[in-house]
């Protein structure tokens, strides 16, 4: 296995599994956890992710799919293409507007939504990284996803963005208002990694 990347809580492998490119997702042990809090964490969350990514797939969201699951381990779909953040055709907004749309209707919500977790590839962009996701209605949490995607893009690219999400998205008048005082607090709390 190929080592793609190294996070602060999991690595990203590229396997061969049955001929296929196959991405494996490991959530690693941390040693300064206690280790029951630590395996307890790392299995909640390995849970979580996969169940955000098959909500936001049955959502119509187009993510990689989730081959099978490990307790610290996902492993699904390569993705063939390039992140957001490095590719150089960047004339998609509308349509990452549209599946943020579409993630907050059915209450995904993504929590780590930047150009660094959207892969773009030649049917579209594909939305990665569920590792901080969260199955709620929260508006301060929907609020966020726009705000740090906001904060990534220009003001013409984040306009683009925002029309398609409110036309895509009957709950997007309340989200707006939330960022809008989000933003007049001027700072905003990410839930933090243990
Ligand atoms: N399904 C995938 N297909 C292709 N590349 C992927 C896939 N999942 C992750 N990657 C690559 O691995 C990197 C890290 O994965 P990610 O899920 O964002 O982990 P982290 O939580 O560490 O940010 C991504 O930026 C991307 O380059
Ligand atoms: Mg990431």
Redesign the pocket.
């Known amino acids: 296995m190929r080592k ?7 690595r ?1 492998y590229l396997a061969k599994m049955f001929g296929s490119n196959v ?1 494996v ?1 490991v959530r690693h042990a941390k040693a300064y956890r206690i280790m029951e809090l630590d395996e307890n964490l790392r299995r909640t969350r390995t849970r979580r992710e996969a169940k955000a990514m098959v909500r936001a797939s049955e959502a119509g969201v187009r993510v ?1 799919e989730l081959f099978a699951l490990g307790e610290f381990s996902i492993y ?5 293409g390039s ?1 957001l953040k490095d590719a150089r055709q960047r004339g998609r907004y509308g349509e990452i507007g549209r599946m943020l749309a579409k993630m907050h209707g059915a209450n995904v919500i993504h929590g ?1 939504f930047t150009p ?2 959207i ?1 773009i590839t030649p049917s579209g962009p594909c939305v ?2 569920f ?1 901080l996701s969260e199955i709620s209605e929260s508006a301060e949490g929907k609020a966020i996803d726009l705000l740090l995607m906001k904060r990534s893009i220009g003001d013409r690219d984040y306009r683009t963005l925002a029309e398609a999400y409110g036309s895509g998205y009957a709950g997007s008048k309340q989200i707006f208002s939330r960022l809008a005082d989000i933003e007049k607090r001027g700072r905003y709390q990410i839930r933090t990694l243990m």
């Open positions: 793609l990347s190294e996070g602060a809580e999991a990203v991405v997702k990689p699904m779909e390569k993705v063939t992140l780590d660094a977790n892969m990665i990284d590792g």
